[in-house]
């Protein structure tokens, strides 16, 4: 059996969950004697790069970042070069990386994984209508569906006519910054960790709120931001607005950087609204650090038991349960994490794949 991967979250995204998702599968199929090829021409995917110079089934050129109004050529480049490695490699699977047309024939099997529903429900942060289906073509196309939680596969029921489709909840893995036996023997400094994008749902400025309003907080921990991009000018401003500019700053690079930010945090915070998995959750958790999080139903279906929860919409709530997530140190809360993690391997994800594949 050989799998096929495309392109399209290799341009569409720097780095990421989706592209992590892809390339672990990648390496685990290779760890399991599958034949795999990702073929992505053209990225700008920083972790693609780095699975390059171990995979040699890899068909790509890193360019760093997209050049102003390139984004239609580059897109259509890239479907004519997969197109092509498609035919050559005659694959039995074809495994969607992201939303869109398939560039296959029928023969093949066509697999897409669905990790959320966002643009679904927050349509008008997107400047859509109520009625936008950008997953359609996928899931009208495909012959099978991998949805990543339980309660991503009832969204998708909810926003999509998918009853003669063939569904399977397939959990990630969390054991890819190798830390399943960790030491929970950390000095931890005084920061509390936030983690990836900061707009719309992903509830930021109420966090800043929860942090700025609460004088505990402000005169015993910073704030570090990881990923997301450099503060925008407007987040700044409300910095300065909050008078936390100086307790506040962001980090960017390499999985070892947000190793050592896992391992000092005092707590990792994510209050966002919906995710499909929320993956650095599982991340934080297998290094010992604490975790203090939205109680939405796919968080929670995530973190089980060994999170503490707080209404994303409540700042006051948020303080106070973030408050007692610093003051937790080697309880049972952190230790409840470190067996929680260990359901989620990409050994177990990439076997339960390859069974729904051959299913």
């Known amino acids: 059996m050989t799998i096929f991967f495309d392109h399209r979250i ?51 050129k890193f360019i760093g970042s997209k050049p102003l109004f390139t984004n239609k050529i580059l897109n259509y480049l ?21 939303y ?37 073509k996928s899931i009208e196309q495909s012959d099978k569906i991998i949805c990543i939680s339980e309660n991503t596969k ?13 569904i399977s909840v397939i959990y990630h893995g969390s054991d890819h910054l190798h830390n399943l036996n960790c030491d929970l023997n950390f000095v931890r400094d005084n920061f ?12 930021f400025k109420r966090f800043i709120e929860a942090y700025s309003n609460n004088d505990k907080l402000k005169s015993n921990f910073k704030v570090v931001c990881f990923g997301g991009g450099k503060f925008q000018k407007s987040e700044l401003n409300l910095f300065e607005k909050k008078k936390i500019i100086n307790f506040i700053e962001h980090k960017e690079g390499s999985d070892q950087v947000l190793i050592e930010l896992y391992k000092k945090a005092k707590c990792l915070v994510y209050p966002s609204l919906y995710e499909g998995f929320g993956l650095p959750i599982i991340e934080a958790m ?11 139903k796919s968080l929670k279906e995530s973190c089980g038991s060994a ?23 080697k309880n ?10 260990k359901k989620f391997t990409w050994k177990k994800s990439a076997e339960q794949t390859l069974n729904f594949y051959e299913k």
């Not at 592209?19 to 920083?46: A, E, M, T, V, W």
């Open 100 to 136: 869109g047309e398939f560039l296959c024939n029928k023969r093949t099997l066509k697999v897409v994984t669905v990790h959320d529903l966002i643009h679904e429900k927050f349509y008008s942060d997107y400047g859509s209508t109520k009625n936008w289906r950008p997953k359609a």
């Open 286 to 296: 297998s290094f010992g650090c604490p975790v203090v999080a939205s109680n939405s």
């Open 154 to 166: 009832n969204d998708l029921k909810k926003y999509y006519d998918i009853e003669s489709k063939d």
């Open 78 to 98: 890239n479907d004519k070069i997969s197109s092509y490695n498609f035919k050559k490699i005659d694959p039995k699977v074809y495994h969607q990386s992201y």
């Open 10 to 60: 290799f341009l569409h995204q720097k780095s990421g969950g989706i592209s992590r998702y892809i390339i672990n599968l990648s390496k685990q199929f290779d760890k399991l004697g599958k034949d795999n090829f990702i073929s992505s021409p053209i990225h700008i995917n920083i972790m693609l790069k780095e699975h390059s110079k171990i995979k040699e089934e890899i068909s790509g």
């Open 192 to 203: 509390i960790l936030f983690i990836g994008g900061r707009g719309k749902y992903k509830n």
């Open 307 to 329: 999170a503490i929860f707080f209404d994303p919409k409540n700042s006051d709530d948020m303080s106070d349960k973030i408050l007692e997530a610093v003051n937790l140190s």
């Open 332 to 341: 049972e809360k952190i230790k409840e994490g470190l067996s929680h993690i």
